[in-house]
């Protein structure tokens, strides 16, 4: 006889019930206009669908200032935002911001235009993840006047010179603006900083870029004699300016224009250093504060990852005048397929973005008047130069005395 066995039969293991996923809290702050508020709450509702744990509070601030004065005052949470520089440089300068190389995988911000990483880069560290990017300018020409947009500065004043004739203009820009002056800088060799996020305007590369602007008006005398941003715009409008310096934000405005027949070009190659002139770009970006961890921590590197994704920034160029940063949003061939975005794509990536802490607002505005100076005839190149060096330097230390945070 078959002998029993004295074993226990095996009993089945028991089920483990998968434990809920810790709930995720976030609050995003945002200073969108409405219709673009209401787009990213669309957005924020296709991210959390597929987790209900997880829930992103979009608040809305109209200030850098006020929002840090709230999350000083204990008034906010806070948790992630999206904004300028300028803000990200006073939440970083708070502390209330963390590296964002500390949070995702490295070599996640190679997939982003390095003009738009650079404007809040700080040495080695990057404090905020680029959403879109926008402000430079870009060389319009009348198709009806110009056959060909200058590749150079030399043809450039040439064609400028032939075009010029009783009440039309050759070139027209917002010459009193430095913003307008930046690209010629960097095309004569220069830029507004050095590594350490100094002024850099008392150059030889400075006297040469204003010495540029000056002769456009007064030698070749190609430029309209008086010209802020409204003028300029309206002689290239009425076809009394064969070509004209505007803005990226310019393009949807003369789509519209039925009888205006246009096209866009590169900044021209500047003859005398062959070199290509780099505009400043600026742009938005998301932060993460430095007090989140944990699960919330995940939840925002994967919502962060989610808005800069190509579909979404390609999306957001048609609530926006801004390109995307995302390297694969702007070789999409949605992009690829407008000639006007192809171009000013390719700007973009020829600019260069100011880094964080060097505050291209202060620095532009010491460079108005003595720029306007020299545009009004009334001073030299050399001390235009050199008085923006100077009233950039007051500025930054005035800036540090008006600051009561440490200084790093």
């Given at each position: 006889?078959?002998?029993?066995?004295?074993?226990?039969?095996?009993?089945?293991?028991?089920?483990?019930?998968?434990?809920?996923?810790?709930?995720?809290?976030?609050?995003l702050?945002?200073?969108?206009?409405?219709?673009?508020?209401?787009?990213?709450?669309?957005?924020?509702?296709?991210?959390?669908?597929?987790?209900?744990?997880?829930?992103?509070?979009?608040?809305?601030?109209?200030?850098?200032?006020?929002?840090?004065?709230?999350?000083?005052?204990?008034?906010?949470?806070?948790?992630?935002?999206i904004?300028?520089?300028?803000?990200?440089e006073?939440?970083?300068?708070?502390?209330?911001?963390?590296?964002?190389?500390?949070?995702?995988?490295?070599?996640?911000?190679?997939?982003?235009?390095?003009?738009?990483?650079?404007?809040?880069?700080?040495?080695?560290?990057?404090?905020?993840?680029?959403?879109?990017?926008?402000?430079?300018?870009?060389?319009?020409?009348?198709e009806?006047?110009?056959?060909?947009p200058?590749?150079?500065?030399a043809?450039?004043?040439?064609?400028?010179?032939?075009?010029?004739?009783?009440?039309?203009y050759?070139?027209?820009?917002?010459?009193?603006?430095?913003?307008?002056?930046?690209?010629?800088?960097?095309?004569?060799?220069?830029?507004?900083?050095?590594?350490?996020?100094?002024?850099?305007?008392d150059?030889?590369a400075?006297?040469?870029?204003?010495?540029?602007?000056?002769?456009?008006?007064?030698?070749?005398?190609?430029?309209p004699?008086?010209?802020?941003?409204?003028?300029?715009?309206?002689?290239?409008?009425?076809?009394?300016?064969?070509?004209?310096?505007?803005?990226?934000?310019?393009?949807?405005?003369?789509?519209?224009?039925?009888?205006?027949?246009?096209?866009?070009?590169?900044?021209?190659?500047v003859?005398?250093?062959?070199?290509?002139?780099?505009?400043?770009?600026?742009?938005?970006?998301?932060?993460?504060?430095?007090?989140?961890?944990?699960?919330?921590?995940?939840?925002?590197?994967?919502?962060?990852?989610?808005?800069?994704?190509?579909?979404?920034?390609?999306?957001?160029?048609?609530?926006?005048?801004?390109?995307?940063?995302n390297?694969?949003?702007?070789?999409?061939?949605?992009v690829?397929s407008?000639?006007?975005?192809?171009?000013?794509?390719?700007q973009?990536?020829a600019?260069?973005?100011?880094?964080?802490?060097?505050?291209?607002?202060?620095?532009?505005?010491?460079?108005?008047?003595?720029?306007?100076?020299?545009?009004?005839?009334?001073?030299?190149?050399?001390?235009?130069?050199?008085?923006?060096?100077?009233?950039?330097?007051?500025?930054?230390?005035?800036?540090?005395?008006?600051?009561?945070?440490?200084q790093?």
């Amino acid at each position: 006889m078959p002998v029993p066995s004295v074993e226990p039969p095996l009993q089945p293991s028991p089920t483990v019930e998968p434990s809920a996923p810790e709930p995720s809290h976030l609050v995003l702050w945002e200073n969108f206009d409405p219709a673009q508020r209401e787009w990213l709450e669309g957005e924020m509702t296709a991210f959390q669908k597929p987790d209900l744990s997880i829930t992103v509070e979009i608040l809305h601030y109209a200030s850098g200032d006020e929002l840090i004065e709230r999350i000083r005052g204990g008034e906010a949470e806070f948790d992630l935002a999206i904004g300028h520089a300028a803000l990200v440089e006073s939440l970083r300068a708070e502390g209330l911001i963390r590296p964002v190389g500390d949070v995702f995988e490295g070599g996640f911000l190679d997939g982003f235009a390095q003009p738009s990483v650079e404007g809040v880069s700080r040495g080695d560290a990057v404090w905020g993840v680029p959403f879109s990017a926008g402000l430079h300018l870009l060389l319009y020409y009348n198709e009806k006047l110009v056959e060909e947009p200058p590749q150079d500065t030399a043809t450039m004043i040439i064609a400028a010179q032939e075009l010029t004739s009783g009440e039309r203009y050759g070139l027209a820009m917002n010459y009193r603006d430095p913003l307008w002056l930046v690209p010629w800088l960097s095309g004569f060799g220069g830029w507004l900083v050095d590594e350490e996020g100094q002024p850099t305007l008392d150059t030889a590369a400075m006297v040469e870029a204003l010495r540029f602007l000056h002769e456009l008006k007064f030698e070749y005398e190609v430029l309209p004699p008086e010209a802020d941003y409204d003028l300029a715009d309206k002689l290239f409008r009425e076809g009394k300016a064969a070509m004209l310096v505007n803005g990226h934000w310019a393009l949807a405005g003369y789509q519209e224009i039925e009888d205006l027949e246009w096209g866009v070009a590169l900044l021209p190659t500047v003859t005398e250093t062959g070199l290509a002139p780099s505009p400043l770009v600026a742009g938005q970006y998301f932060v993460i504060g430095s007090g989140v961890s944990g699960q919330e921590l995940e939840t925002a590197r994967a919502l962060v990852e989610y808005m800069t994704a190509s579909q979404r920034q390609l999306e957001w160029i048609r609530q926006s005048d801004t390109l995307p940063t995302n390297k694969q949003a702007l070789d999409d061939e949605s992009v690829h397929s407008d000639p006007l975005w192809q171009v000013s794509v390719a700007q973009m990536l020829a600019g260069r973005g100011a880094s964080l802490g060097s505050n291209p607002t202060m620095l532009l505005e010491a460079m108005r008047e003595p720029l306007e100076a020299v545009m009004a005839d009334l001073m030299a190149p050399t001390e235009a130069a050199r008085q923006m060096q100077e009233r950039a330097e007051e500025m930054l230390e005035f800036q540090k005395l008006d600051d009561p945070r440490p200084q790093d």
